[in-house]
């Protein structure tokens, strides 16, 4: 049972006593106090993580199409994020789905990553027209549980009944979020947190102090952990340090697993605060150092490609065609490729051999009909960091 030995982050609210009795964490409002301590380590932490974010953006920006990285990018995070769940779906299946429309396996599992993505798509929607908000955030939720597993965990409605992490019942959880009658107030202090202009605080410490909290508040039945990930660039998008939303934690929260929930119990247990803005500060700065280096090699990918597919002569016009779908579209059949470029199926037949011959495209089904191909080195460059995809 989760114990306390510090209330600078919260307190411990007995629930219910005897033999199932259990103790709620009730957190309290941001930004922590005593203030956070900015030691040496940290500020040389933020430093590095402000950097490599300039470096991020930057890199992008020299990108043919820095769209169709972003593309493929949001597609990694929402498997990784929702792998961290439990959810079996690789990127291939999700690409198979929706670039192919198949769904040979996992359907459900497959469906509730897509969701993440349209999660993800509406929330940077609508962060254009809405303030940062808790009706932004139920509504990122209700798009994420839409159709899924999750559809009858009140979607897009903070919970009325007790939850809890780790465990079979609250009174033998790793830990118990607060008590539903606690859960507007504690969802309200955290948008006041997030909407107040007169805390002066960098705003990459201002996300990763909202997302533990989020964390801990636990506001809903389901998908809490999908939501409080994507809150970080959601944030940091509103607060104008992001120009795109190019940031995404969670390979280096799955990475560090058990790290991400010591630092995450530590703030409730010890008020350790500074000892989770450290941890989550070295993931800023690890991601977006290797999202700077995908950018630079899919760069070098996209010219080396570009001048092999130019000895084709004439053929090069369809083949090049083909080579700026498969950017957003890696996965592809000739079916697809003649709707989508609105080339004969011949023509679509021969831009997918010239680009095979190159060794660009790879078949992947090996079927003799309705065969599927993959631009398999441009996939690595994403899948970078991923062991199984």
């Given at each position: 049972m989760f114990k306390q030995t510090n209330n600078r982050a919260g307190r411990l609210l007995v629930q219910q006593s005897g033999p199932d009795g259990f103790r709620a964490f009730i957190p309290k409002k941001l930004p922590p106090n005593p203030p956070l301590q900015y030691d040496d380590e940290l500020l040389e932490l933020l430093e590095k993580a402000r950097g490599a974010l300039g470096r991020l953006d930057g890199a992008t920006s020299i990108l043919p199409n820095p769209d169709l990285f972003l593309f493929m990018y949001v597609r990694k995070e929402a498997v990784l994020s929702s792998q961290i769940e439990g959810t079996q779906a690789s990127l291939s299946d999700l690409i198979e789905y929706e670039d192919v429309g198949k769904l040979k396996s996992k359907p459900d599992d497959v469906r509730e990553v897509s969701n993440y993505v349209k999660a993800m798509d509406y929330g940077i929607a609508r962060l254009k027209t809405l303030p940062f908000s808790l009706r932004l955030i139920r509504e990122i939720h209700a798009k994420l549980l839409e159709g899924t597993r999750g559809g009858n965990k009140t979607p897009g409605r903070f919970r009325t009944s007790q939850n809890w992490i780790g465990g079979t019942r609250p009174s033998d959880?790793?830990?118990?979020?607060?008590?539903?009658?606690?859960?507007?107030?504690?969802?309200?202090?955290?948008?006041?947190?997030?909407?107040?202009?007169?805390?002066?605080?960098?705003?990459?410490?201002?996300?990763?102090?909202?997302?533990?909290?989020?964390?801990?508040?636990?506001?809903?039945?389901?998908?809490?952990?999908?939501?409080?990930?994507?809150?970080?660039?959601?944030?940091?998008?509103?607060?104008?340090?992001?120009?795109?939303?190019?940031?995404?934690?969670?390979?280096?929260?799955?990475?560090?697993?058990?790290?991400?929930?010591?630092?995450?119990?530590?703030?409730?247990?010890?008020?350790?605060?500074?000892?989770?803005?450290?941890?989550?500060?070295?993931g800023v700065h690890t991601i977006s150092e290797q999202a700077v280096e995908a950018a630079r090699s899919i760069l070098t990918l996209q010219e080396t490609h570009r001048k092999q597919i130019m000895q084709f002569g004439k053929a090069a016009v369809s083949a090049m065609q083909l080579f700026d779908l498969i950017f957003q579209k890696p996965m592809v059949t000739a079916n697809m490729v003649s709707r989508e470029l609105s080339l004969s199926p011949p023509a679509a037949r021969k831009a997918i051999t010239n680009l095979e011959k190159l060794g660009i495209l790879k078949e992947t089904s090996g079927k003799q009909r309705d065969r599927e191909y993959l631009y398999k080195q441009y996939f690595d460059i994403i899948l970078s960091g991923i062991e199984d995809y």
């Open positions: 959880a790793r830990f118990v979020p607060p008590p539903p009658q606690e859960v507007i107030k504690c969802t309200g202090d955290l948008e006041l947190f997030l909407q107040d202009k007169d805390i002066r605080m960098p705003a990459l410490i201002k996300a990763g102090l909202a997302h533990a909290q989020f964390e801990t508040i636990h506001p809903f039945l389901d998908g809490n952990g999908r939501v409080g990930r994507l809150l970080i660039t959601l944030i940091l998008m509103h607060e104008k340090v992001l120009e795109k939303p190019l940031l995404y934690l969670s390979l280096y929260f799955k990475k560090y697993r058990d790290e991400y929930y010591e630092c995450l119990n530590a703030i409730r247990r010890n008020g350790d605060w500074e000892g989770w803005v450290k941890f989550y500060l070295r």
